[in-house]
């Protein structure tokens, strides 16, 4: 009221309050401050300023949210590119859709005894090398679950699922192969993502200097000729590339490349690409 100027804060401690303005301000004003050797210079505001002063922005109403789609993912998930991971994502999964069998001789569906025999190999369980005709209870307790799993419910087929994985896995533990890779380092299901598609490779070992790719296949031919058209006619070749490339993406090695047919005349043939 009587001229003097609020100052507020460390400005206060200048000394500021000692400034008097006379009456209405229409030029600057100087005020020489001895004890500190300053000069303050005041400045009456405008008209013109005061209304080109940013304003605050007005308050946006509110508005409910507006309920929106979900957002579609960045980027495609990659196509599947083998049958393993297709059969394990498929929705309904695979089952035997049957409750009793349709002959009078059990019978096991080839791809149940495929799927018996990789998870076997995933988990390198070998039936125990009993005296033939004394069966190994806890490899048959083993495998129950993934034939039930799978749809069989017939004692008979559940049997004879058990006995065909029992036969290609005694017959492969016979093989060179099964002694190479039982003291190797093993990997066995390894799952791939790259952006030309996905899958799941049986088993990556290294050999010596090396690294090796195994896929296992149950597919059953008579003669070693007819398991190269069944891998013609599959297209495993391409399968087994797309597998080196994701190992090589990798470990920025290149890996060799095995087919494994476990049920050439029921007996192992390896196949290198």
Not at 1 to 14: A, E, R
Not at 86 to 112: G, L, M, Y
Not at 159 to 169: G, S, V
Not at 174 to 200: C, F, N, Q
Request: with cysteine; charged share 25%; proline share 10%.
């Amino acid at each position: 009221k009587d001229g003097s100027l609020t100052i507020p804060g460390w400005l206060g401690k200048l000394g500021l309050q000692q400034i008097k303005i006379s009456g209405k301000m229409s030029t600057p004003q100087r005020t020489p401050l001895s004890e500190l050797g300053l000069t303050v210079t005041l400045y009456p505001v405008k008209p013109e300023d005061a209304e080109s002063a940013p304003q605050p922005a007005p308050a946006l109403q509110s508005k409910s949210p507006r309920k929106s789609d979900p957002l579609q993912p960045l980027a495609p998930a990659a196509p599947i590119t083998d049958e393993k991971t297709r059969a394990h994502e498929s929705d309904p999964p695979q089952r035997v859709w049957r409750i009793v069998p349709d002959t009078k001789r059990p019978h096991a569906p080839a791809w149940v005894v495929g799927k018996l025999v990789h998870e076997s190999l995933r988990r390198w369980r070998f039936p125990a090398q009993n005296q033939r005709g004394f069966p190994d209870s806890d490899f048959e307790t083993f495998l129950k679950p993934f034939t039930l799993e799978s749809g069989l419910t017939d004692p008979g087929e559940i049997h004879t699922a058990i006995q065909e994985t029992r036969r290609l896995l005694e017959h492969f533990r016979a093989h060179p192969l099964y002694t190479e890779l039982d003291s190797a380092e093993r990997h066995h299901e390894i799952p791939y993502h790259t952006p030309t598609g996905r899958g799941i490779i049986d088993l990556l070992y290294r050999a010596g200097n090396e690294w090796v790719i195994i896929d296992f296949k149950t597919d059953r031919a008579d003669s070693e000729e007819q398991a190269r058209a069944i891998i013609q006619h599959n297209n495993y070749e391409a399968q087994l590339k797309r597998y080196i490339q994701a190992v090589q993406d990798q470990i920025c090695l290149t890996p060799r490349a095995r087919l494994v047919f476990l049920n050439v005349k029921s007996q192992p043939a390896i196949f290198d690409l």
